[in-house]
């Protein structure tokens, strides 16, 4: 929305939330997020065409577009539990807009939604009561957290999906109008409502499919000398494959991949397909896999145990460039090294203490779990008597640190488990590390040392 303010000054843009925090926040000289460049462009237009407030009903009810942009999370009880997408903050701003409506309103589907979820919107929308007439869209976001603002600025894509009638008609056409002012035409790609819905979940399935798929890979690679990266060029050089989004690591993070792969699965099930749905669902197996299979790395390598051993964490958002921790590999690796009884150090510029220990406590026992948790300052305050370091997050401070400095102030011998393959391994190893990158040749002793079961 602050992206739509800058480039659309003649629109005014009001973003509400039922959250007073959060816009106190947005109000504030501190943004609840960290997003390279949003801050300059949010300070450019506040004030001016761009709002942010509380007053949630007052301004829906004057808004000539409603873009609903909450949480649809996966969720945690009841049918479909750990698979289907919680509707119910959906739900209840439908029901609102309907409520506090009295002019006619296009109503955005900005959300990620399960497919036919525009269907139940316009019904809760056509009982509202005041004979208001609202034309139901879906236009999905594809933007990446790290990289949002230029995302927007200059989108692969925009999709608008809305009914074949001359209302929906008109309603796509009012949005696309937004979109061009900025936006090539032929970037702005319109279809029915049902296919903008699908083609969000399948994107991100795609998306996650690839990354699991490499991931796979790697593992084959550990296990017979090849080099994943060498792999992933050769395999990205076949432009019907092209090279990006085939670095293998430990794992996908992020709100995103997980849930929408997830409600494409239950879809699929509710359709009757569960080949389709069995297919999808291997790809988050995988995933959990490849989590997995990184701590038992670990703690075969230290000689099948990490209890009492402090080990560092360098990185716990789920990828650099923001502070996002949500669905972060960096949390289950470090609840495996936990389970196993290992002191954990974590360093990460952008994560806060208190949400690392918030992702890390066990809801049964948080107190316990603290008291092994550490937040260091940087990395050699976290690798500082350490026996292993973890590389979880690819942020670049990480490839220029002093590893020399790192392996000096640590137990020996010393090792490092690179989960994004940010260093030089043949570097560190003449410093005397141990060291694993994911889906390279195996240092020596790791060859040597069974894999934990
Ligand atoms: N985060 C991303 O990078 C990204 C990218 C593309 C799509 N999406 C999709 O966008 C949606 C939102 O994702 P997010 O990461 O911003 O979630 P979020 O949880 O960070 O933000 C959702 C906001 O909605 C507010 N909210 C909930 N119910 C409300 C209501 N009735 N009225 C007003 N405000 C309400 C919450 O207070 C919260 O601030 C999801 O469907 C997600 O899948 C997210
Ligand atoms: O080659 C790769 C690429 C990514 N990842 C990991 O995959 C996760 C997701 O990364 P990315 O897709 O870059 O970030 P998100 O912000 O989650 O963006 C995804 O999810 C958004 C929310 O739906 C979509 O809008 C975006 O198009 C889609 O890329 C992160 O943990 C990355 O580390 C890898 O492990 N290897």
Not at 159 to 185: C, E, F, H, K, M
Not at 209 to 226: K, M, P
Request: charged fraction near 25%; glycine fraction near 8%; include cysteine.
């Amino acid at each position: 929305m602050a992206v739509m303010a800058l480039k659309c000054p003649d629109i005014e843009v009001v973003v509400v939330d039922v959250s007073r925090p959060r816009i106190d926040a947005w109000n504030g000289d501190h943004l609840p997020i960290f997003e390279p460049g949003l801050a300059e462009v949010v300070k450019a237009r506040r004030g001016k065409n761009l709002f942010f407030t509380a007053d949630v009903e007052r301004h829906v009810a004057d808004a000539d577009i409603v873009f609903v942009s909450v949480n649809t999370p996966t969720k945690t009880r009841g049918l479909g539990a750990g698979k289907a997408v919680d509707l119910a903050y959906w739900e209840s701003a439908a029901r609102m807009v309907a409520d506090v409506s009295h002019s006619g309103k296009v109503v955005v589907e900005k959300s990620t939604v399960p497919v036919r979820t525009a269907e139940a919107i316009e019904k809760i929308l056509a009982h509202n009561g005041h004979g208001v007439e609202f034309q139901v869209l879906s236009n999905p976001e594809f933007l990446a957290e790290g990289t949002a603002v230029g995302d927007l600025l200059c989108p692969d894509r925009v999709l608008i999906g809305g009914r074949d009638s001359a209302a929906g008609r008109n309603a796509v056409q009012t949005l696309r109008d937004v979109y061009a002012r900025w936006v090539p035409v032929d970037r702005i790609i319109t279809t029915n409502l049902w296919s903008a819905e699908l083609s969000k979940l399948a994107a991100n399935a795609f998306l996650a499919q690839r990354v699991s798929s490499v991931n796979a890979i790697s593992a084959l690679c550990e296990a017979t000398g090849a080099d994943v990266t060498e792999v992933a060029r050769a395999v990205g050089k076949d432009p019907r494959i092209g090279g990006r989004f085939l670095d293998a690591g430990v794992g996908f993070g992020g709100s995103c991949f997980q849930k929408d792969t997830l409600s494409l699965v239950y879809a699929c099930e509710c359709s009757g397909l569960p080949e389709a749905a069995g297919y999808w669902r291997q790809v988050v197996a995988m995933n959990d896999y490849q989590k997995s299979r990184f701590v038992r790395r670990v703690v075969s390598s230290m000689f099948n145990t990490v209890a009492g051993k402090k080990v560092a964490v360098l990185g716990f958002a789920f990828k650099k460039g923001t502070g996002d921790t949500r669905e972060s590999p960096a949390i289950d690796v470090c609840r495996g090294l936990l389970g196993e009884r290992a002191h954990v150090s974590v360093y990460d510029p952008m994560v806060s203490e208190e949400q690392i220990q918030r992702d890390l406590a066990p809801a049964a026992a948080p107190a316990k779990a603290r008291s092994r948790v550490a937040v260091a300052r940087d990395a050699y305050e976290a690798a500082r008597g350490a026996h292993g370091v973890c590389i979880l997050t690819e942020w670049d401070e990480f490839r220029a640190l002093d590893y020399r400095r790192i392996h000096g102030g640590m137990e020996k011998p010393a090792f490092v488990f690179d989960g994004r393959n940010v260093v030089d391994a043949g570097e560190l190893r003449e410093m005397g590390f141990v060291v694993y990158c994911v889906g390279k040749p195996l240092d020596e002793w790791l060859s040597h040392m069974p894999a934990a079961a």
